[in-house]
T-cell receptor, first 111, second 112 residues
Framework: SQQGEEDPQALSIQEGENATMNCSYKTSINNLQWYRQNSGRGLVHLIL?????REKHSGRLRVTLDTSKKSSSLLITASRAADTASYFC???????????FGKGTRLSVIA | GAGVSQTPSNKVTEKGKYVELRCDPI?????LYWYRQSLGQGPEFLIYFQGTGAADDSGLPNDRFFAVRPEGSVSTLKIQRTERGDSAVYLCASSLQRIGYTFGSGTRLTVV
C-alpha cells in the first residue's frame, strides 16, 4: 500500500526557477523523508524531517512539515537540468514499521 | 562494501520459472528491506529483516515470494512459478538504526 500522495504528478520548469512538490499522508508519523530517483533505478535519500520539526534545509533543498494537515513540501531552489528526476516522499509511521512511499513527482528541468 | 549491491541488474525469465535476486547490504547495517516498483509507481514494501529474522513480511504478495537472510548480511529474494505480473524493478535497501535508507540500483525482472 502507498500512503503518500505527491502533487503534482509531473512538473516541468525552466532552469533557474524554483520547484515545489507536495506530499500528503494519512496516518501519524515518526518522520517523513524525501528521496530522488533517476531513470527508475536506485533511490537516493535527500532529507529527513521529524514529526516535531516544521522546517529543514539542506543546500538548495527546503522541506516543510505540517502535521496538523498531514502534509509536507519539498522546495528546490535555483533548479538545474541535473535536478531532473522523480522525487518521492516516504513516511515512517509510529512504531517499527518500514518506510511507506508515495507515487512520486516527475520533475523535468529544461535548460 | 561502500554501497548496497544488487545482482543481477537485469533478469529475463520465462513464465513459470524460478528466480533468485541477491542483495548485498552495507557492512554493519542490521536492517534490510525489499521493495518492488512497477512503472510509474512508488516503491511498494515487500519484507524487512532485522538481523537474520524477518521482522515484517506483510508486503509479500503471495506464497510464491520468499526471502532469506541466513547470516544477517546478504539476502536473497526468491520467486517461484513466476508470472508476467511479477515484472518490476526489485529494490533492496539497508539502514543503520533505521535513519535514512541506502538503496541499491535494483534488479529489473522481466517475465516473458
Amino acid at each position: 500500500s502507498q500512503q503518500g500522495e505527491e502533487d503534482p504528478q509531473a512538473l516541468s520548469i525552466q532552469e533557474g526557477e524554483n520547484a515545489t512538490m507536495n506530499c500528503s499522508y494519512k496516518t501519524s508519523i515518526n518522520n517523513l523523508q524525501w528521496y530522488r530517483q533517476n531513470s527508475g533505478r536506485g533511490l537516493v535519500h535527500l532529507i529527513l524531517i521529524r514529526s516535531n520539526e516544521r522546517e529543514k534545509h539542506s543546500g538548495r533543498l527546503r522541506v516543510t512539515l505540517d502535521t496538523s494537515k498531514k502534509s509536507s513540501s519539498l522546495l528546490i531552489t535555483a533548479s538545474r537540468a541535473a535536478d531532473t528526476a522523480s522525487y518521492f516522499c516516504a513516511t515512517e509511521n509510529s512504531g517499527n514499521t518500514p518506510l511507506v512511499f508515495g507515487k512520486g513527482t516527475r520533475l523535468s528541468v529544461i535548460a | 562494501g561502500a554501497g548496497v549491491s544488487q545482482t543481477p541488474s537485469n533478469k529475463v525469465t520465462e513464465k513459470g520459472k524460478y528466480v533468485e535476486l541477491r542483495c548485498d547490504p552495507i557492512s554493519g547495517h542490521t536492517a534490510l528491506y525489499w521493495y518492488r516498483q512497477s512503472l510509474g509507481q512508488g516503491p511498494e514494501f515487500l519484507i524487512y529483516f532485522q538481523g537474520t529474522g524477518a521482522a515484517d513480511d506483510s508486503g509479500l504478495p503471495n506464497d510464491r515470494f520468499f526471502a532469506v537472510r541466513p547470516e544477517g548480511s546478504v539476502s536473497t529474494l526468491k520467486i517461484q512459478r513466476t508470472e508476467r505480473g511479477d515484472s518490476a524493478v526489485y529494490l533492496c535497501a539497508s539502514s543503520l538504526q533505521r535513519i535514512g535508507y541506502t538503496f541499491g540500483s535494483g534488479t529489473r525482472l522481466t517475465v516473458v
